[in-house]
């Protein structure tokens, strides 16, 4: 073990030391040996009251005869709502109401704790949220979406007295979101407790530098602050693990003075270090303890990933010196039928379907994520462009972000990036989506404001902002040289600020990009926008000879029930379809790669905007988390998998015309047999993604074959389904934790008589539990069904169901029984531990 170089630096003097573009981290990975130093904070989840001032005497106080509810954190209080056409909110809020919320929860704080320092830290609340503890006014915080904290500790009882803490969350002007924000306490609560000398709150910054497979070199900064009234000789100690084996060490004694902060810079060199990436992301672990007296008064851990990477003006993204292609899609922050309220294993079961798709990156659209997103993808292996805001100065809805730019947003970047900039999954900045100041010189101003800021804390990523897009379209030629007027382009595209150029769509003029923008690399920052509706097939009408259903026939009248074409043809119109877009982006080495609009349905922005819609069509995986075809168009091109899957349905009537698609790979040919006779060999011609045959309708069985070198290489068969007969369920993980958290997300599927899924299928399904769980969110994926998420039945759509079950705190058994009318019932057993 070895002492390693260090320096102190004041908080007066510049910490932008680091030099990389490369590594870092905070996943919270558990290690036998580290869970010694997981105590500096505990969940505060746990046994809040809650008052929604649903009442015009409410007004927003309330008092002695105030009505609370029981619950734990986190919570959205408007997915528990009813769905209304008339919501404030408006369709793209998801037609659910916000209004405004009280929370508040009694604690004891022990009296050994006395001197020491309790803060509470939310990582999120939607919105306009005030806090209160004791009756003393402590802050407000308006962005609904980052993390911030509250030092308790002046206005605390300690021993047997009671704290109470009350928090106002105001969501009632609205819209002030273009898509569903949902309400309330929706992400994680902490009570820390530290002594008055410890490692600030995400004080902690790590980069890595002269990166190889041979070495590589740490450079870890802390900031320590002294909250006594008197100067401390402390000893601050750095040790790296991988997993449970020591790397290196280094400390140093130090003082630090009364009621101030200083930096610690430490240095390690790393031999052989085990390299993150998407295929392998390893990870290590700083833990950082501080001494007095030789006696452990704080310690403080911070995961890190190394790697080395770049965005190349050639050869687009490289990373750890391999070139590969950045295969991203875009997700807002809902997780369908559970809505905003965070939970870990929804959002890992989303990541775990993007990955089985092929996707290595994320963009978290368009807000900071929780820190479970991040934390997962660490861990995971995702590439993530981690962004701050969808609007500047200027608003894009009434009540919006915009109305508290001026005072918050430097404070509201700042804590993002001190978050976040240690998680090795974070590989790109950025400050703005489609902001309406793009075009012009005061968007210019305040994009280079926001450069600036995000490169005070870290200069080791590029920066960008998703432009809508760059160039003009509004232009014959969609190639120009940069040397002509800048009105061609986006203000701030043109303006040398930017360290990538980040596309909205324009997927026209990706194949131009090095000769419009010479000096700075490319990445699609939001790409497609191509709807479907899963399951769905139909014709328009009997009129319309067309498959499928066109962007500009009205949804309503031509297109039944608000349904789309899940054939990959239908798009917005200033999108593509899945398959266009990324012909484009696998021809050109220098664009570095996309992210898709979007990986999944989310809740809000239906496109367009019609009621009785109320989620969108834009997601490759619908609400309820069931792929789409297109999935498997993404399949066939992302993964190495052996990959044949062919539709739609085969439940049609006698002699109607059908289309039927297939996405294949690793083979030369498919073949497609109705009912054991061959309607033909298949083979895709040119940049093709997938192949289709015509062919009229007959019940039975269509069977594909797919064949490499004349040997079959998949086989997939599709049967004429008869009428609904009996039910069956499937369970994610038919094991699950007894924390009170854990979730099985069970499907249910309608067959026939002889267990084939009947397409068609939408029966309302019933749900029962017995035992240690209880149902969370019901759903089917179906973007115009006003059921409830909360409920304890739901319609099946394209015959699938879902419904999602949370274990409690005791282990034992969860009995999970489906009903329908006139179907046989079926029960899955999930078992807590």
């Known amino acids: 073990m070895k002492l390693k170089f260090f320096k102190i630096v004041s908080l007066q003097q510049s910490w932008l030391l680091g030099t990389c573009i490369f590594a870092l981290t905070l996943f919270s990975c558990k290690n036998k ?15 809040w009251s809650f008052h929604l001032n649903d009442s015009i005497n409410d007004k927003d106080t309330i008092g002695k005869t105030t009505v609370w509810k029981n619950l734990d954190l986190p919570h959205d209080w408007s997915i528990e709502g009813k769905f209304d056409e008339k919501s404030p909110a408006g369709y793209g809020g998801g037609a659910l109401n916000g209004g405004l919320g009280w929370y508040k929860k009694t604690f004891k704080i022990k009296e050994s704790d006395r001197n020491k320092i309790v803060s509470v830290i939310f990582d999120g609340v939607y919105c306009n949220s005030e806090v209160w503890i004791n009756g003393h006014y402590i802050g407000k ?37 273009r898509w569903y924000s949902g309400s309330g306490i929706y992400r994680n609560v902490w009570l820390q407790i530290t002594d008055k ?15 190889s497979s041979e070495k590589a070199k740490v450079h870890i900064e802390t900031t320590i602050r002294n909250q006594n009234k008197e100067a401390k000789k402390i000893t601050v100690s750095t040790t790296i693990y991988k997993e449970d084996e020591k790397i290196e060490t280094a400390q140093q004694e130090v003082v630090v003075t009364e009621t101030n902060s200083l930096f610690i810079e430490q240095d390690f060199e790393i031999q052989n270090p085990a390299l993150w990436s998407v295929e392998k992301p390893e990870l290590y672990t700083a833990v950082t303890e501080v001494f007095v007296n030789e006696k452990v008064i704080d310690s403080y851990k911070t995961n890190f990933g190394i790697r080395d990477f770049r965005f190349d003006l050639e050869k687009g993204f490289i990373l750890n010196n391999k070139q590969i292609k950045i295969k991203g899609v875009c997700l807002h922050h809902d997780l369908g039928p559970l809505g905003s309220a965070v939970n870990t294993r929804a959002i890992e ?24 997103l991040l934390d997962l993808c660490d861990k995971m292996g995702f590439i993530v462009m981690d962004e701050a805001f969808d609007m500047w100065r200027t608003p894009k809805t009434k009540y919006d972000y915009a109305s508290v730019w001026d005072e918050w947003f430097e404070r509201d970047l700042f804590d993002q990036i001190k978050r976040d900039r240690n998680h090795p999954s974070v590989f790109i900045w950025s400050v703005g989506n489609e902001i309406p100041e793009q075009w012009n010189e005061t968007g210019v101003l305040i994009a280079k404001n926001l450069i600036d800021l995000v490169k005070q804390q870290d200069p ?10 760059p160039v003009n379209m509004n232009i014959d030629e969609v190639t120009l040289q940069f040397d002509k007027a800048k009105t061609y382009f986006n203000a701030i595209a043109a303006s040398g600020a930017l360290d990538l150029i980040g596309y909205n769509y324009a997927h026209q003029t990706y194949a131009f990009h090095q000769k419009n923008f010479p000096t700075t690399p490319f990445i699609a920052t939001e790409t497609t926008s191509a709807l479907a509706t899963r399951g769905y097939y139909d014709s328009v009408s009997d009129t319309i000879k067309k498959w499928p259903v066109r962007w500009d026939l009205k949804f309503t009248g031509g297109n039944p029930g608000n349904t789309v074409s899940a054939y990959d043809q239908v798009q917005a119109p200033w999108g593509s379809t899945h398959e266009a877009t990324w012909k484009i982006i696998k021809k050109h080495d220098f664009l570095s790669g ?37 999935y498997y168009m993404y399949q066939s091109e992302w993964t190495n998998k052996d990959v044949l899957h062919i539709f739609p349905h085969w439940n049609w009537k006698v002699g109607q015309t059908v289309d039927v698609w297939a996405y294949y790979n690793h083979a030369d040919e498919v073949e497609l047999f109705l009912n054991g006779k061959s309607v033909g060999k298949r083979s895709k011609k040119g940049d093709d993604l997938h192949v289709m045959w015509r062919i009229p309708f007959q019940p039975g ?36 934790i007894a924390d009170g958290k854990d979730l099985s997300f069970i499907t249910v599927d309608v ?78 057993v999930i078992t807590t531990k």
């Not at 000398?197 to 990166?211: C, D, L, P, R």
């Not at 080791?460 to 897009?469: C, L, Q």
């Not at 797919?706 to 994610?732: C, F, H, M, W, Y």
């Open 349 to 372: 079961r989303q990541l775990q379907i993007m990955k089985e798709m092929g996707v290595n990156g994320i963009r978290t659209a368009h807000n900071p994520p929780a820190p479970e």
């Open 141 to 177: 915080r308006p962005n609904g979406y980052i993390g911030f904290q509250y030092d308790l500790s002046p206005y605390l009882n300690f021993g047997e007295t009671n704290n109470e803490i009350l928090v106002k969350v105001d969501n009632s002007k609205q819209p002030n979101s």
């Open 594 to 630: 996309m992210f898709v609009w979007t990986g999944f349905d989310y809740i809000g922005e239906p496109t367009p905007y019609e009621w009785p819609s109320i989620s969108s069509y834009f997601g490759i995986v619908d609400l309820a988390g069931f792929p789409k075809d297109v």
């Open 460 to 469: 080791t990523r590029p920066v960008t902002v998703a432009m809508n897009p």
């Open 701 to 736: 069985t269509l069977k594909a074959v797919s064949r490499k070198d004349g040997k079959v290489v998949l086989e997939k068969e599709i049967q004429t389904a008869g009428n609904p007969s009996k039910l069956n369920v499937s369970a994610d993980r038919n094991e699950i």
């Open 33 to 47: 040996k580290q869970d010694q130093f997981d105590n500096r904070k505990i969940s505060f989840n746990e046994e």
């Open 751 to 828: 067959l026939d008589a002889k267990g084939i899924l009947v397409p068609t299928a939408k029966n309302e399904i019933h749900f029962s539990v017995k035992g240690k769980g209880k149902i969370v969110g019901v759903g089917s994926g179906n973007p115009v069904s006003h059921e409830s998420f909360k409920g304890n039945k739901h319609t099946a759509m394209a015959g699938k169901c879902l419904v999602i079950v949370q274990s409690e705190k005791e282990s034992g058994r969860i009995e999970v029984t489906a009903k329908a009318n006139g179907l046989q019932p079926k029960t899955i």
């Open 197 to 211: 000398v410890h490692v600030a709150e995400n004080g902690t910054h790590i980069t890595t530098s002269q990166v």
